[in-house]
């Protein structure tokens, strides 16, 4: 079945009317007719059933069938995904990966040895291209929930925040870093809980930017002995810790 996006706001509507973007991908490229049922997802765990009414490309109204409304809380468990960020195609698939293994958020982070600069034209451009990329992940994925895609961030923005999280883990070659699997392991940690995962770029955090994260309550692990390419470590790490604390 056809999963199809709809804004939270419109939710509680017994009819609406799809995007522009939607209603084209559904009327020119699906063929979709008038009696046809797609999936209806907002991202904020609410999904449901509904009737194609018209298929006009230009605007496909649906209804929806009521007694098919469903809302999945979120889950116990929640993981933000901290990235510095890499080459273009990189972080697509990094947000992409990211959205179907359940990340709540996706912090897009600076560091030294990253050329991008927050506030810039190009990375709001890029934000928006990571938003649009999620909501296909979920469409594709089924995902209840749509991950925050947070603007651009320096790391003295994100170093204040880290108390939020329950565990900020941060991947590092650091010769003191300690093996994911061991820190994991016998885990036992209160839930609700809130779990940060921060990736650094290609050659790894400065040995500044290592310390000042240490200082701010993140914990050094590692992912085994080989180094890991920024999008290997990303969806390794979101793994072992969705499947570790049981997010699916």
Known sequence: MNRCFVEPAQWSQPEV??????????????????????????GQGHTAQAGILAADPGGVCVRVHEETRHFEPPPSVSITLIQSIPRHALMDGIVQKATELGARAVWPLLTERVVARAGSPVAKKRRDRWLKIARESVKQSGVAWLPDIQPVMSLSE???????????FMASLHEEACPLRDIVKGMTLPTP????????????????????????????????????????????????????????
């Open 17 to 42: 009317t799809l995007s522009p973007e939607e209603s084209r991908h559904l009327a020119r490229v699906l063929r979709a007719r008038p009696g046809d049922v797609v999936a209806l997802m907002d």
């Open 158 to 168: 994100v170093l204040p925040r880290l108390p939020e999280f329950t565990v900020p």
């Open 193 to 248: 809980m809130s779990l940060a995962l921060i990736v650094g770029p290609e050659g790894d955090f400065t040995a500044e930017e290592t310390l000042a994260v240490r200082q701010a309550g993140g914990l050094l692990v590692r992912f085994g002995p080989a180094t890991l390419r920024v999008e290997t470590a990303a969806l390794y790490g979101l793994s072992v810790l969705t499947h570790e604390f049981s997010l699916g």
